[in-house]
C-alpha cells in the first residue's frame, strides 16, 4: 500500500495555523472547551474507570498531536461525531500552540559504521522463545558491576506524554518507537540520531532484524507491518494487516525463515465501549504471517468467528459478537514443533469463545489453531461494564466477566530428558507450568498476587534455565503503596525461591504515584531488572532477590536531542541490555500514573 498519511502531521500544522489566523480568537476557545466538557470530559477525568490522561497531561501535547488524535489516531471512532471545526476547537483549547522539534545538532555528526558483530537485543523477548535473558558476555555487565551503573544519556519525545516503545538493540544502535510515531536509530554510546522515520500512529512494539543484518521490521497502532533499510531508516514497504480502524500491533512480530508473524489487538475497542451509542463490538484478534521481503500475507487466522448483529442493548443501540480474544503480546516459536504459542484477551460482548483468555498454538505453515488451553472461561468484559452511572453501562454484557487478558509472552523452556514446559502469567496473578508437548495441559500453577483490573501481571516475565522471574501490577488507584514486587519462580515445580515486596514510593505526595510493577522485566546472570509505576529502574540479586541499585528516573533531564524531558511512571514496556548498557524508558500518561517522555541509557564505564 502507499503511505497512506505521508507528511500528515505537517498538513495538519499548516491546515491548523491558516485555520487560526483566520477564524482563531476567543470565540473558538469557548467553542473548545464546551466540546471537551460535552464528550471528553467523561472520560478525561479523575477516576474515570478508562484511564484516559487528565487534561493537565493533554495540555503538555500541541495542538496538531491532539487533532492528529482525533483525525487519524486513538481518539477517530469518538470524535467521528464532531465536525472538523469542532475538532479544531478542542485541539486548540487543550494543546500548546507550537511544538518542539528536534535540532540538526541532535543527528550523529560521523556516518558510523554498523557493527554487525555487537551485542543486540531482538524484538521484546530478544530471542525465539520470548527469553528476555542476556547472556553474561552479551550483558557486559555482572552482578559485581551492576551496581556501579551510571546514567550515561537521556534522550527526550518531543511533545509526548506517554514513553512505551520497547528498545531493541543492534550493531551497536538502539531502536526506539514513541507515541506520535517516531522512530529513531540512536547510537548506544551517545544517544545522536543515526535515522529518524515517521510511522502514521505511535509505535510500541519492538525492532525485528533479518538474518542478513539489513532489514529492520516492527508494528505500529494502525496496524502497519513496516520493513526499513537498517542503516538508512529508508522504508522499503507496508502493509496494513487489518481494516477495524481500531487495530492495533502491541506484540512485536516475530521473523523466521523469511515469515513476519504479526499478533494484532483489539486497541481501544474495549473503550469506546464505554460510549453507550457505540456499537460493541467487531473487532477480532488475529496472527497474521507476512512474506519479510514484499510484506504480502500468506496467511491471516482470526481468533474468532466474524461477528454479526446479536440484538440491541437497553439504550437501543447495535451488539455485535463475537469478538475480542486480542493478541497483545509476541508469541513464542517452538523451531522444532513448527508452532507459535501465544496468550488472548477477553470477548468484549458475549458470546464467549473458546479462545478469549487462552494459550493458542498456530501451525506456523497454516496458520491453523492446532490446540488451545482456555485458562479462563467466560471472560466477557468492555468499559461499559465500569462506567459509574447505570445509563452508561448499557454496552455491559449480561453475565460480565473479570478483564483479564494474557499480556505477557509465554517462554518455552526444556527441563531436561526431552520434558519441555511453557511458562505463562496472567492478570488475575497466577502463574502457569504448561505442557506443550500434551495440548497445553497445565503441569503446575502458582498464585504470585491477588490480581484484578490493574493487576498481577501483565506485560513481561524472563526466565533462565532454572527460575522464571516476574513483576507484579496490583495498583490499586488510589492507593499508592499497594501493589508492586517482584517474585522468582522454580521452572520445574512451581515453587516461589523469593519474592521482594516493593520498595515504599518516595513520590507518596505526587499525583499517580504508585509502587505497582506493570513493566517487563529484563535478565542476565545474576541479576532482573525491573521497573516501578513511582519511576524507579531497579537491580535484584537473583540469588535472594536483595535490590542491588535504584535509580529514581522521577526528574527533569537534559537531554542529548535538546528537547525537554522528564520521567514518570514506568509502564508497559521493560529495560533491554546489551553491550554493558541497559536503557528504558520512563512516563506513561494514562490517569493516574504519571506522565514522562523520557529514554534513558545507563553504562559503567
Ligand atoms: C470513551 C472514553 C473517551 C472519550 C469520550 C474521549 N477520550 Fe481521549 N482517550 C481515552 C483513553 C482511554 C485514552 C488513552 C488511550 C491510550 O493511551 O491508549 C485517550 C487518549 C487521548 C489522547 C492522547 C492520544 C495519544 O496519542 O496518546 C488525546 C489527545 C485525547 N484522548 C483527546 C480526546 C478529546 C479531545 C476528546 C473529546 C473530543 C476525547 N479524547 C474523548 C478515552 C476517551
Redesign the pocket.
Known amino acids: 500500500m502507499t503511505r497512506i498519511l505521508a507528511g500528515h502531521s505537517l498538513g495538519a500544522a499548516l491546515f491548523l495555523s491558516l485555520f487560526f489566523a483566520v477564524f482563531g480568537g476567543a470565540a473558538r476557545a469557548q467553542e473548545g472547551e464546551a466540546?471537551?466538557n460535552k464528550?471528553?470530559v467523561?472520560?478525561?477525568k479523575d477516576g474515570?474507570p478508562?484511564?484516559?490522561?487528565l487534561p493537565d497531561v493533554?495540555r503538555k501535547?500541541s495542538s496538531e498531536?491532539?487533532l492528529?488524535?482525533?483525525e487519524n489516531?486513538?481518539?477517530k471512532a469518538?470524535?467521528q461525531r464532531?465536525s472538523a471545526a469542532d475538532?479544531m476547537a478542542?485541539?486548540k483549547f487543550?494543546g500548546t500552540a507550537t511544538s518542539e522539534t528536534i535540532p540538526q545538532s541532535a543527528y550523529c555528526s560521523s556516518p558510523g559504521p554498523v557493527m554487525a558483530n555487537a551485542p543486540g537485543w531482538m524484538g521484546g523477548g530478544i530471542d525465539l522463545i520470548n527469553s528476555r535473558y542476556q547472556t553474561a558476555e552479551n550483558a557486559g555487565l555482572t552482578a559485581a558491576t551492576v551496581p556501579n551503573l551510571k546514567l550515561k544519556w537521556a534522550f527526550g519525545f518531543p511533545g509526548a506524554?506517554?514513553a512505551f516503545g520497547i528498545p531493541s538493540i543492534f550493531g551497536g544502535r538502539v531502536l526506539i518507537g514513541s507515541?506520535?510515531g517516531q522512530v529513531f536509530s540512536l547510537d548506544a554510546k551517545t544517544g545522536c540520531i543515526r535515522w529518524m522515520y515517521q510511522a502514521t500512529e505511535?509505535v510500541r512494539t519492538g525492532f525485528v532484524m533479518s538474518a542478513d543484518n539489513k532489514t529492520v521490521y516492527f508494528g505500529d497502532q494502525h496496524a502497519i507491518v513496516h520493513a526499513l533499510d537498517f542503516e538508512s531508516g529508508k522504508e522499503l514497504w507496508e502493509t496494513k494487516i487489518d481494516d477495524h480502524p481500531l487495530a492495533i500491533v502491541t506484540g512485536t512480530p516475530k521473523l523466521v525463515d523469511g515469515r513476519l508473524y504479526v499478533p494484532l489487538s483489539g486497541?481501544?475497542e474495549e473503550?469506546?465501549a464505554?460510549?453507550p451509542d457505540y456499537k460493541c463490538c467487531t473487532l477480532r484478534g488475529a496472527m497474521v504471517a507476512l512474506n519479510a521481503a514484499d510484506g504480502k500475507q500468506i496467511w491471516k487466522t482470526f481468533t474468532v468467528d466474524a461477528p454479526k448483529l446479536l440484538g440491541k442493548t437497553a439504550k437501543g443501540t447495535e451488539i455485535w459478537g463475537p469478538n475480542g480474544a486480542s493478541l497483545w503480546t509476541s508469541p513464542t516459536v517452538d523451531t522444532a514443533k513448527g508452532l507459535l504459542y501465544i496468550g488472548t484477551g477477553v470477548n468484549y460482548t458475549g458470546p464467549n469463545t473458546k479462545y478469549s483468555d487462552a494459550l493458542l498454538a498456530f501451525d506456523m505453515k497454516t496458520g491453523k489453531i492446532v490446540w488451545s488451553n482456555q485458562l479462563l472461561a467466560n471472560d466477557v468484559y468492555n468499559?461499559g461494564c465500569l462506567a459509574e452511572k447505570p445509563e452508561l453501562q448499557t454496552n455491559c454484557p449480561k453475565n460480565k466477566g473479570y478483564n483479564m487478558d494474557i499480556g505477557v509472552s509465554p517462554i518455552l523452556r526444556s527441563l531436561g530428558g526431552g520434558k519441555r514446559i511453557l511458562l505463562v502469567g496472567m492478570k488475575n496473578g497466577l502463574v502457569f507450568g504448561i505442557d506443550p508437548d500434551k495440548k497445553g495441559k497445565i503441569l503446575w500453577q502458582t498464585r504470585v498476587s491477588p490480581g484484578g483490573l490493574q493487576g498481577g501481571l501483565i506485560w513481561g516475565s524472563a526466565a533462565d534455565e532454572k527460575s522464571v522471574y516476574y513483576s507484579i501490577s496490583d495498583w490499586v488507584p488510589p492507593q499508592p503503596e499497594n501493589g508492586g514486587g517482584v517474585v522468582s519462580i522454580d521452572i520445574a515445580t512451581g515453587k516461589v525461591n523469593w519474592r521482594t515486596p516493593a520498595p515504599k514510593p518516595a513520590c507518596l505526595a505526587i499525583k499517580g504515584c504508585s509502587a505497582g510493577q506493570p513493566g517487563a522485566v529484563a535478565l542476565i546472570s545474576g541479576v532482573v531488572f525491573a521497573t516501578s509505576l513511582d519511576g524507579h529502574l531497579r537491580a535484584y540479586s537473583t540469588t535472594d532477590g536483595k535490590i542491588i541499585w535504584d535509580y529514581d528516573t522521577l526528574r527533569d533531564f537534559d537531554t542529548v536531542n535538546g528537547i525537554k524531558a522528564h520521567g514518570g511512571s514506568m509502564n508497559g514496556t521493560g529495560p533491554s541490555v546489551a553491550g554493558g548498557m541497559v536503557f528504558s524508558n520512563s512516563g506513561y500518561?494514562?490517569n493516574p500514573v504519571m506522565p514522562g517522555n523520557v529514554f534513558l541509557a545507563f553504562g559503567v564505564e
Open positions: 466540546v471537551f464528550l471528553c467523561n472520560c478525561h474515570s478508562t484511564q484516559a490522561p493533554l501535547m498531536n491532539i492528529d488524535a482525533l489516531g486513538k481518539m469518538i470524535a464532531l475538532r478542542v485541539a487543550l506524554t506517554t507515541q506520535h505511535g486497541g481501544e473503550v469506546n464505554g460510549n468499559f500518561s494514562r
